[in-house]
């Protein structure tokens, strides 16, 4: 990798731009929005657009307080751009792919040299959930970027002797985008910021001067950026739709969300598999080096601070989702950079034994997908054994998903790269072996979005998305019965009328109706609804029963 610092910066980046435009931005379109989160996000931007009302977050047309505005506008632009559709839902996370790995490099080049930076965004876009996540219409791309820029830029403040100027400028930056982080999810931007700080001040035996001049900076800065749209909400009078979001917040760090519980090391085991490869080599980042500078060590300490830190706190809080860890990935990437970098410097030796752990699990992950091919073949014989008791599972797995017989392949070729980076490590080319790992994760990875997921989707949700979008030119009612979701509202692309009188669930099931109201419950509730109400059953398919109730039965 000599020749990378002989490269002009503008070229590198450019090559960046073009690299992370051809990964994260075809086929976006090419799978249903999964629920809950995406399709949460793309029909609360629909709504905005289909309302008018810009200013205030809707579901079902009604105030809507789980999360702040930010992404929604940028999907609204999006959809504005694009028309309302998957490609438009998922196009702003794209972007944030693209941003991500351009600031990696930056960094990255800052703290050592164009070879690390370039390293690092290898290292990030070769690990399989966040290249996941960049493909995704989720909220926490942009949320996790912009909390790690607001503590770069305060890295940037308290590491460095720089000058009054150069610090107002890392304080206002670092304000800015913790701000953006509270506008796009919440304040739990600001409590992950706080806790870093408070957690590596503490170890760090309190070795800060702070002007206090620059902390009424950043509290200006911080409360304007980030307050904006609820002091707006407050003076527009709605003052519940901000109370009724902070105790949402509370709620979701106290208790359990319903269907999302788990284990104290779910996100240790999230991480672990879920940032193959990075993860494992992130583990050779804890030897300690001398030959860093002093700010390349203040940033290493920051990058072990902040993913303790995210790590412990969402493994404390009662909801378990796979991507509140996700701001994860940086310090974890960075530390597998790190090590990789030492590495290819001759500073730090590759083990063996931690070279076959990275392919020990690499080779899990290929033969997952292998099986998953094996069992779409033997599903009756999965289904007659009765191993799984979840009728409604059963069901799932009786889609009519269409398989072509080659999907095994990419985990094949998982395991064959896999295979070439022993061959390279027996050879002492190490750098080729490990770049080999990398390379094989982004193709399976690259693969398994464009040709396995849309065949999970095929299992877990499709037919009941495709019964929302036969009535989307239809006037009607369209509800779910048992458990949630809104995809209905999206797919059925619901329409906002004026003053309209929003019907709950009980009163399109007993109360008097205008026009036709379509039911959606889950083969495990069938008979919960069927024998209680004046229900008209469709059909049934794939776990899913779908029932509706015409006007003339009032």
Same mark, same amino acid.
């Given at each position: 990798?000599?020749?990378?610092?002989?490269?002009?910066?503008?070229?590198?980046? #450019? +090559?960046?731009?073009? *690299? /992370? &435009?051809?990964?994260?931005?075809?086929?976006? =379109?090419? $799978?249903? !929005?999964?629920?809950?989160?995406?399709?949460?996000?793309?029909?609360?931007?629909?709504?905005?657009?289909?309302?008018?009302?810009?200013?205030?977050?809707?579901?079902?047309?009604?105030?809507?307080?789980?999360?702040?505005?930010?992404?929604?506008?940028?999907?609204?632009?999006?959809?504005?751009? #694009? +028309?309302?559709?998957? *490609? /438009? &839902?998922?196009?702003?996370?794209?972007?944030? =792919?693209? $941003?991500? !790995?351009?600031?990696?490099?930056?960094?990255?080049?800052?703290?050592?040299?164009?070879?690390?930076?370039?390293?690092?965004?290898?290292?990030?876009?070769?690990?399989?959930?966040?290249?996941?996540?960049?493909?995704?219409?989720?909220?926490?791309?942009?949320?996790?970027?912009?909390?790690?820029?607001?503590?770069?830029?305060?890295?940037?403040?308290?590491?460095?002797?720089?000058?009054?100027?150069?610090?107002?400028?890392?304080?206002?930056?670092?304000?800015?985008?913790?701000?953006?982080?509270?506008?796009?999810?919440?304040?739990?931007?600001?409590?992950?910021?706080?806790?870093?700080?408070?957690?590596?001040?503490?170890?760090?035996?309190?070795?800060?001067?702070?002007?206090?001049?620059?902390?009424?900076?950043?509290?200006?800065?911080?409360?304007?950026?980030?307050?904006?749209?609820?002091?707006?909400?407050?003076?527009?009078?709605?003052?519940?739709?901000?109370?009724?979001?902070?105790?949402?917040?509370?709620?979701?760090?106290?208790?359990?969300?319903?269907?999302?519980?788990?284990?104290?090391?779910?996100?240790?085991?999230?991480?672990?598999?879920?940032?193959?490869?990075?993860?494992?080599?992130?583990?050779?980042?804890?030897?300690?080096?001398?030959?860093?500078?002093?700010?390349?060590?203040?940033?290493?300490?920051?990058?072990?601070?902040?993913?303790?830190?995210?790590?412990?706190?969402?493994?404390?809080?009662?909801?378990?989702?796979?991507?509140?860890?996700?701001?994860?990935?940086?310090?974890?990437?960075?530390?597998?950079?790190?090590?990789?970098?030492?590495?290819?410097?001759?500073?730090?030796?590759?083990?063996?034994?931690?070279?076959?752990?990275?392919?020990?699990?690499?080779?899990?992950?290929?033969?997952?997908?292998?099986?998953?091919?094996?069992?779409?073949?033997?599903?009756?014989?999965?289904?007659?054994?009765?191993?799984?008791?979840?009728?409604?599972?059963?069901?799932?797995?009786?889609?009519?998903?269409?398989?072509?017989?080659?999907?095994?392949?990419?985990?094949?070729?998982?395991?064959?790269?896999?295979?070439?980076?022993?061959?390279?490590?027996?050879?002492?080319?190490?750098?080729?072996?490990?770049?080999?790992?990398?390379?094989?994760?982004?193709?399976?990875?690259?693969?398994?979005?464009?040709?396995?997921?849309?065949?999970?989707?095929?299992?877990?949700?499709?037919?009941?998305?495709?019964?929302?979008?036969?009535?989307?030119?239809?006037?009607?009612?369209?509800?779910?019965?048992?458990?949630?979701?809104?995809?209905?509202?999206?797919?059925?692309?619901?329409?906002?009328?004026?003053?309209?009188?929003?019907?709950?669930?009980?009163?399109?099931?007993?109360?008097?109706?205008?026009?036709?109201?379509?039911?959606?419950?889950?083969?495990?509730?069938?008979?919960?609804?069927?024998?209680?109400?004046?229900?008209?059953?469709?059909?049934?398919?794939?776990?899913?029963?779908?029932?509706?109730?015409?006007?003339?039965?009032?």
């Amino acid at each position: 990798m000599a020749f990378v610092n002989k490269v002009k910066d503008k070229y590198l980046q #450019f +090559g960046i731009i073009i *690299f /992370a &435009a051809l990964l994260f931005i075809p086929f976006l =379109g090419s $799978v249903n !929005l999964f629920d809950w989160d995406e399709i949460n996000f793309a029909e609360a931007a629909r709504e905005m657009i289909t309302s008018n009302d810009y200013l205030t977050v809707q579901i079902n047309y009604q105030p809507f307080w789980e999360k702040p505005p930010l992404f929604i506008w940028m999907q609204v632009l999006s959809m504005k751009v #694009f +028309g309302v559709n998957e *490609f /438009a &839902a998922r196009f702003p996370n794209a972007i944030c =792919g693209i $941003v991500t !790995l351009l600031v990696l490099f930056n960094i990255g080049e800052k703290v050592y040299n164009k070879k690390f930076g370039l390293v690092w965004v290898i290292t990030y876009c070769c690990s399989i959930l966040p290249f996941f996540y960049f493909k995704s219409g989720i909220i926490d791309p942009w949320f996790n970027l912009f909390i790690f820029l607001g503590i770069y830029f305060f890295i940037q403040y308290s590491g460095n002797n720089a000058s009054k100027i150069n610090n107002a400028k890392n304080i206002i930056f670092s304000a800015l985008f913790i701000g953006l982080g509270i506008m796009t999810k919440g304040p739990v931007a600001f409590l992950i910021f706080a806790l870093a700080c408070v957690i590596f001040y503490f170890f760090n035996h309190f070795k800060l001067k702070i002007r206090i001049t620059d902390l009424f900076l950043y509290l200006i800065v911080l409360c304007f950026v980030g307050g904006f749209w609820f002091i707006i909400q407050i003076i527009n009078g709605n003052f519940q739709t901000v109370y009724d979001f902070i105790i949402y917040q509370v709620r979701l760090l106290t208790t359990e969300d319903a269907g999302h519980g788990g284990i104290f090391l779910y996100h240790f085991i999230v991480l672990l598999f879920g940032v193959f490869p990075a993860s494992i080599f992130a583990i050779g980042s804890f030897y300690s080096n001398s030959n860093d500078s002093d700010f390349s060590k203040y940033l290493k300490k920051w990058m072990l601070v902040l993913f303790w830190v995210v790590l412990i706190l969402f493994s404390l809080v009662k909801t378990k989702i796979i991507h509140y860890s996700s701001l994860c990935y940086f310090p974890l990437t960075f530390l597998a950079s790190y090590f990789i970098y030492k590495v290819i410097n001759n500073e730090i030796k590759l083990k063996k034994i931690h070279f076959y752990i990275v392919i020990a699990f690499g080779t899990l992950w290929g033969i997952l997908v292998v099986l998953l091919q094996l069992a779409s073949h033997f599903k009756s014989q999965i289904i007659n054994s009765n191993l799984i008791k979840d009728e409604f599972a059963v069901e799932n797995i009786k889609a009519g998903v269409h398989w072509t017989g080659y999907e095994f392949l990419i985990g094949l070729i998982l395991i064959i790269g896999l295979i070439i980076s022993v061959v390279l490590f027996k050879k002492q080319k190490i750098i080729q072996s490990i770049f080999t790992v990398f390379i094989s994760s982004l193709i399976f990875t690259f693969l398994t979005m464009l040709f396995i997921v849309p065949r999970i989707e095929g299992y877990s949700q499709n037919s009941a998305i495709e019964f929302y979008k036969k009535l989307k030119d239809e006037d009607c009612y369209v509800q779910t019965l048992g458990f949630k979701s809104y995809a209905h509202l999206f797919y059925s692309e619901k329409k906002y009328y004026r003053n309209e009188v929003i019907l709950n669930t009980d009163s399109l099931l007993n109360g008097k109706i205008e026009k036709p109201a379509y039911f959606v419950t889950k083969i495990t509730k069938k008979n919960d609804y069927f024998n209680k109400y004046n229900l008209n059953e469709i059909y049934e398919k794939n776990g899913f029963v779908f029932f509706v109730r015409n006007p003339s039965g009032n």
